[in-house]
């Protein structure tokens, strides 16, 4: 019993250690060019900051939108671009699967005593993405602050279990989205209408757009959970859409299903490949 738990312990543990040891690899490689990597992460934190002035703006000009103020725009806007940026961080270089397939290199991995899908998050590491998650966070942490919102003990043991959620919804599109170019080799651009596209989405609050939208957001393709509905339980405001409040204590559950389905994606996708012969 002892040594069968001590082989499923390595069996968790050994991709996560391969991943820590591959993204620190890169980070050391790129450390070499110190005057580079600082400006290209100073550069991606100006990026983060125009898009959430672009929500500033917004509701500077409006006042409000749909009921929500300024604090409460920024609370969403910062959410979701925390959790897309770590998304992106952690496993936005699936996104190039279909270069891998192409030029032979996935088949290169396949024969690695690493896991690919660990590979491929890990390839070329780019540790300027700080650059979006140190403003995301920082816009947070004043919305949060500036909102007002009656704290109790279970928000606060909720409030990271939310945003590792979000999180894991983010690296979950992101594979569900690499996935389809097992099959069509230049569907890099469509999956990155579906992640990129549902950080612009997550944006603003939910009740802007029309009803169909919010549903096929939520029942579909569940990024209302990445912000919508963490901000709704955050802040103790009814849905203005109209869904169940139960659905705001979904969003961990939401994870992991949708990690489970990415995960099944990602089998089926390596179940079907074919190598290039290279």
């Not at 312990?9 to 820590?20: D, G, I, K, Q, T």
């Not at 569940?222 to 979904?250: H, I, K, N």
Request: hydrophobic residues 55%; positive net charge.
């Amino acid at each position: 019993m002892a040594d069968l738990l001590a082989r499923t312990r390595e069996s968790v543990l050994w991709p996560v250690r391969a991943y820590v040891l591959l993204a620190w690899t890169w980070c050391r490689a790129l450390a070499q060019y110190p005057a580079s990597l600082v400006m290209m992460t100073l550069s991606t934190a100006l990026g983060a900051f125009a898009e959430m002035g672009a929500v500033f703006v917004v509701f500077g000009h409006a006042g409000e939108v749909s009921g929500f103020g300024m604090a409460e725009g920024l609370l969403i806007a910062g959410m979701a671009t925390t959790a897309f940026a770590c998304a992106d961080m952690v496993m936005g270089m699936v996104e190039v699967l279909g270069r891998h397939i192409r030029t032979g290199s996935l088949d290169v991995m396949l024969v690695r005593p690493v896991p690919p899908l660990v590979q491929m998050a890990t390839d070329r590491f780019a540790p300027r993405r700080l650059g979006r998650i140190v403003p995301g966070s920082a816009v947070t942490v004043v919305a949060l602050a500036a909102c007002d919102i009656d704290w109790s003990a279970g928000k606060v043991l909720m409030l990271p279990v939310l945003l590792v959620s979000a999180t894991a919804i983010g690296c979950a599109v992101w594979i569900i989205g690499a996935c389809l170019q097992f099959f069509v080799a230049d569907a890099r651009e469509a999956a990155n209408s579906v992640t990129y596209g549902g950080q612009a989405l997550t944006e603003y609050p939910m009740a802007i757009y029309p009803k169909n939208v919010v549903r096929a957001a939520t029942f579909v393709l569940p990024l209302a959970f990445v912000t919508w509905q963490p901000a709704l339980y955050l802040l103790d405001r009814p849905d203005p859409t109209g869904l169940p409040e139960s659905l705001r204590f979904a969003t961990p559950f939401v994870a992991v299903a949708l990690c489970a389905v990415a995960g099944a994606c990602w089998r089926f996708g390596l179940r079907h490949y074919r190598s290039t012969g290279s």
